[in-house]
């Protein structure tokens, strides 16, 4: 049974951190592409940011500089450090396995407030 399992979300002030975890269990994780997205409310959900089996990553415009996606294999998790956040970064953020096996996890809120 596959599962992915966010974690780490919460309200935050603006310029502060977190970092976001999802949990992989069920298929090779390894092996996968991974991503995170997120959706706020009444937009689109959007690509945030993606790693490779191989650790490339690349990110959205909007959070170059600030977030960071990671991935330890040992542990079957993929992390999201978000710094500097901004109101803006307020959404619903869903971890996904990209490639080769496609998979979403439920989501975590990120509020960002002050």
């Known amino acids: 049974q596959v599962q992915l399992v966010e974690s780490g979300g919460g309200l935050v002030q603006p310029g502060r951190s977190l970092r976001l975890s999802c949990a992989a269990s069920?298929?090779?994780?390894?092996?996968?592409?991974m991503s995170w997205y997120r959706q706020a409310p009444g937009k689109e959900r959007e690509l945030v940011a993606a790693?490779?089996?191989?650790?490339?990553?690349n990110y959205a415009d909007s959070v170059k500089g600030r977030f960071t996606i990671s991935r330890d294999n040992a542990k079957n998790t993929v992390y999201l450090q978000m710094n500097s956040l901004k109101p803006e970064d307020t959404a619903v953020y869903y971890c996904?396995?990209?490639?080769?096996?496609?998979?979403w996890g439920q989501g975590t809120q990120v509020t960002v407030s002050s």
């Open positions: 790693i490779t089996s191989a650790g490339s990553t």
């Open positions: 996904k396995a990209l490639s080769p096996n496609v998979y």
């Open positions: 069920g298929f090779t994780f390894s092996r996968n592409a």
